[in-house]
Nanobody, 117 residues
């Protein structure tokens, strides 16, 4: 099991940008995939962006073109660069990791992102 610690959540005005970080206790290059999820009040947790061991990425339609997921293997850290933020992006953002294809997800504790004027 890998320990994940998110940081970077904050309050930001609409149209602003934030970068979230997810520090892993082990090598992210050995993980099958890493991903960011979010959960807004009263809503189900949803996948925002994912990155595979090969570097391929996948995004939810709602954030495609605005968010970018990257990984730094040297720092064992995954980032989520968020731009053109909207009030509907307000949520707790969680980092997750999957060791193997059929492994369960490891989760971080989450970081709050609030977008409002």
């Amino acid at each position: 099991q890998v320990q994940l610690v998110e940081s970077g959540g904050d309050w930001v005005q609409p149209g602003g940008s934030l970068r979230l970080s997810c520090a892993a206790s082990g090598s992210i290059s050995s993980m099958y995939s890493m991903a960011w999820y979010r959960q807004a009040p009263g809503k189900q947790r949803e996948m925002v962006a994912s990155i595979s061991r090969s570097g391929s990425t996948n995004y939810a339609d709602s954030v495609n073109g605005r968010f970018t997921i990257t990984g730094d293997n040297a720092k064992n850290t995954v980032y989520l660069q968020m731009t053109s933020l909207k009030p509907e992006d307000t949520a707790v953002y969680f980092c997750s990791g999957r060791k193997f294809l059929f492994s369960s997800l490891d989760w971080g504790q989450g970081t709050q992102v609030t977008v409002s004027s």
